[in-house]
T-cell receptor, first 113, second 117 residues
Framework: DQQVKQNSPSLSVQEGRISILNCDYT??????FLWYKKYPAEGPTFLIS?????DKNEDGRFTVFLNKSAKHLSLHIVPSQPGDSAVYFC????????????FGTGTRLTIIP | NAGVMQNPRHLVRRRGQEARLRCSPM?????VYWYRQLPEEGLKFMVY????????ESGMPKERFSAEFPKEGPSILRIQQVVRGDSAAYFC???????????????FGPGTRLTVL
């Protein structure tokens, strides 16, 4: 039962353009959503998060949008840079006290110079 | 401040042997989590521990798997009588004590890649 889904296994974007990574979830009880970035042979690195009470959170080149009614969130990276090439995982958690993260299957982003 | 450390980075075992994976959390962190990533899949939660306590082990297989986080020393994930299906990357994460009103961000180690022959 995949509660967090990333339906695009891969995405290629030209350097300087916007990268949009999508994530859907099925559990309406999820309270917090996070994006992690992962390079080969390394652990995931936290990128940005959003609470279910918000619909947008921005941090530099990274913006996460949350559409609760559609159970959908997206990560926007603009402008995309070659160093952004990595696998991006969407994750969700039920509440502050519940530390269990539920991850999507990941999207491999390739930035084309 | 050193990050989360895991060792070994690579571990090869034959079927039926035991695998021991170690995780040293970041300094000052008292919460440890273990996740498993099978090929072409996302990370799956296994267990959440605080010092000397298992808080949530809902993701742990019922048999052969155990985890501990002693008062002193690293957290250990132990897999007894390994089978080929245990081959995966095992990631450990740590976080500090929960701050009121804040999300308890998890910092991940580089993982241990277990191969069962």
């Amino acid at each position: 039962d995949q509660q967090v889904k990333q339906n695009s296994p891969s995405l290629s974007v030209q350097e300087g353009r916007i990268s949009i990574l999508n994530c859907d979830y099925t559990n309406s009880m999820f309270d917090y959503f996070l994006w992690y970035k992962k390079y080969p042979a390394e652990g995931p690195t936290f990128l940005i998060s959003i609470s279910s009470i918000k619909d947008k959170n921005e941090d530099g080149r990274f913006t996460v949008f949350l559409n609760k009614s559609a159970k959908h969130l997206s990560l926007h990276i603009v402008p995309s840079q070659p160093g952004d090439s990595a696998v991006y995982f969407c994750a969700a958690t039920l509440d502050f006290g519940n530390e269990k993260l539920t991850f999507g299957t990941g999207t491999r982003l390739t930035i084309i110079p | 401040n050193a990050g989360v450390m895991q060792n070994p980075r690579h571990l090869v075992r034959r079927r039926g042997q035991e695998a021991r994976l170690r995780c040293s959390p970041m300094k000052g962190h008292s919460h440890v989590y273990w996740y498993r990533q099978l090929p072409e899949e996302g990370l799956k939660f296994m267990v959440y521990l605080q010092k000397e306590n298992i808080i949530d082990e809902s993701g742990m297989p019922k048999e052969r798997f155990s985890a501990e986080f002693p008062k002193e020393g690293p957290s250990i994930l132990r897999i007894q009588q390994v089978v080929r299906g245990d081959s995966a990357a095992y990631f450990c994460a740590s976080s500090p004590n929960i701050l009121a009103g804040g999300l308890n961000e998890q910092f991940f180690g580089p993982g241990t890649r277990l191969t069962v022959l």
